[in-house]
């Protein structure tokens, strides 16, 4: 075993789901699927299936260019997804700190708008930092830009572990914003490139996997140790993402390529794909697109001109608008303080434990299920179920705000937040950065995922400052009434405007969203095409079909 496999094998270990619950759960047994995967793809051959997965390719020693090896891809993955995890620390840690700061006892004491303002800031740092990291990740790479994102992240938790005045918890959260802005428009960008499409989905779901794991951490540690004791725990993390970053994580051939490193593209190719995977093929297929983007400019005006540029905004913004105006922010910032409004028989320390234990299995069954059942199925049944249980939650504290005896349902909070949570996670909550990754063509990936962080980001900031005034004016149930309402549209919008990806090459997501249809009969134009480009005089011009 090189140094290389060995690297990778610790890797896929400290930054696995079972790693982390392992920490502090011990249901290591409810995520073992997530490591049994990879380690069964590490050994088994590129060959094997290759009758089932093989794409059509004039570079191929026998016209074909299999699937490569999967391990090194979700090593590389699940090593930048550790970015995602210090999210879920940042998005989490309201919900058992503001009670500790709005306390008769606290260090900092805060009143309930200034916590409106601690929880919402983050939104505002997002701005700052996403289109600054979209740009150095195609300047710098994606590599060394996400591996940069740890340093102000560490910064941020100093700030907040050494904070006396609200003021410094301001600064410290809309740093730690800015670093959310940063891995949001990088790490998709990242995981789109180095994964092969029938695994791209699955990889790009653990995104969103690690920031669950990121909340349930904070909510299974938070109301158990002290406020500095809670900022230690989670500035270790970001500690642990540099490293692995820097170790596991090659950079990305797309990126090689645009930069004139061919010679580089090829060796990350290999290491992600395999020395039994012929990468002429998929070289040949990036060298393409790279001719393409050349005709093109990667500045703003291109993202307005371009139809492919505009229907990838239209739908990445719309399901980044809908997923922050579904109030999902809301529930994870005011958690504890949801579940102790509703007066449940079940503390909300344990609620909301429960609820993280949720988000993370079904985020994780959605990353097993994204390329098997597709995007649109998924987001149409997890928009539409959570509308369903917003309303139900608001019907039981409207009861409750109009002196209704509810203590009969004091489970339908618990209840409706968790099927909402789970079914959020199934997906909603992982789709979006898949999409994000997927949709956007790579001149102009970096910029354009830049522009719609930051306008989501205004939207997260109006919908979570906003909470607490729709609070005064209306109280809880009309609130989450509305919320249901927005998963309605966004359930319109989905079946409307969102295209499919699955099982889709990069390339062949961007000729649909250009208006070029597929072939009917795609195997008898495959066939032509490859007898085409295989003739003796086209060898020259050779590419994957």
């Known amino acids: 075993m090189t140094s290389w496999d060995s690297y990778l094998a610790v890797a896929t270990f400290l930054s696995s789901p079972e790693e982390f619950m392992g920490w502090f759960v011990g249901f290591v047994s409810l995520f073992s699927t997530n490591l049994v995967r990879p380690l069964r793809l590490a050994l088994t ?7 089932k997965n093989s794409m059509l390719s004039v570079n191929g020693p026998k016209g ?8 090194r891809q979700y090593a590389a993955a699940l090593s930048t997804t550790i970015g995602p995890f210090a999210v879920g620390t940042v998005l989490a840690w309201t919900s058992p700190v503001l009670p500790m700061l709005e306390g008769e006892n606290s260090r900092i004491p805060i009143t309930a708008d200034e916590g409106s303002w601690v929880g919402s800031l983050i939104a505002i740092g997002a701005i700052i930092g996403s289109i600054p990291a979209g740009k150095g990740a195609d300047i710098f790479g994606r590599k060394p830009t996400i591996a940069a994102l740890a340093v102000p992240f560490i910064i941020s938790w100093a700030m907040i572990y050494f904070a006396s005045t609200v003021w410094e918890l301001y600064i410290a959260r809309l740093i730690a914003g800015a670093v959310i802005g940063g891995v949001t428009a990088t790490v998709p960008m990242y995981i789109g490139e180095i994964a ?11 995104i969103q996997v690690k920031v669950t794991l990121g909340i349930l951490y904070v909510y299974a540690i938070g109301p158990f140790v002290s406020y500095e004791g809670l900022a230690i725990l989670c500035g270790i993390i970001p500690v642990i993402m540099f490293v692995l970053v820097i170790l596991i994580a090659p950079e990305t051939p797309t990126y090689l390529l645009r930069t004139g490193k061919r010679k580089e593209a090829e060796r990350s190719l290999v290491l992600l794909r395999g020395h039994e995977y012929d990468i002429a093929g998929e070289l040949e297929e990036l060298q393409q697109q790279l001719e393409e983007e050349q005709k093109r400019s990667s500045n703003f005006k291109d993202l307005i001109s371009s139809r492919a540029t505009i229907r990838a905004s239209i739908a990445v913004m719309g399901l980044l608008s809908f997923l922050s105006f579904s109030g999902i922010n809301v529930l994870i910032f005011y958690a504890e303080s949801i579940f102790k409004s509703s007066t449940s028989s079940i503390s909300p320390q344990v609620s909301s434990i429960i609820i993280g234990i949720l988000q993370v299995k079904f985020t994780f069954a959605s990353a097993l299920l994204v390329d098997k059942a597709g995007r649109r199925v998924l987001l149409l049944i997890s928009d539409s179920v959570m509308a369903v249980c917003l309303g139900c939650l ?13 203590s009969a349902f004091s489970l339908i909070p618990l209840i409706s937040l968790g099927v909402y949570i789970s079914t959020f996670s199934l997906g909603f909550g992982p789709i979006p950065g898949v999409m994000m990754g997927e949709l956007f063509s790579p001149d102009v990936k970096g910029l354009a995922l830049g522009v719609v962080c930051v306008i989501a980001s205004l939207l997260e900031f109006v919908v979570v400052k906003m909470y607490q005034n729709l609070l005064d004016w209306f109280n809880h149930g009309v609130t989450f009434w509305i919320f249901a309402g927005f998963c309605i549209l966004g359930t ?38 490859m007898e085409t480009l295989t003739g003796p005089y086209n060898q020259k011009n050779a590419a994957i079909v």
């Not at 051959?45 to 290759?50: D, F, L, P, Q």
């Not at 074909?64 to 391990?71: D, I, L, M, P, V």
């Not at 608001?394 to 509810?406: R, T």
């Not at 990806?501 to 208006?515: P, R």
Request: glycine fraction near 6%.
């Open 492 to 529: 319109v919008f989905v079946w409307f405007l969102v295209p499919e990806t699955k099982n889709k090459s990069l390339q062949e997501i961007q000729n649909e969203l250009n208006g070029i249809k597929k072939p009917k009969n795609r195997n008898t134009n495959r066939s032509q095409q």
């Open 394 to 406: 608001g019907y039981f504290f409207w009861l409750k705000e109009h002196n209704v005896d509810v």
């Open 64 to 71: 074909t260019r299999r699937e490569g090896k999967k391990f």
């Open 196 to 206: 092969e499409s029938s695994i791209r989905g699955e990889l790009g779901s653990y």
């Open 45 to 51: 051959s590129s060959n094997k299936n290759a009758n």
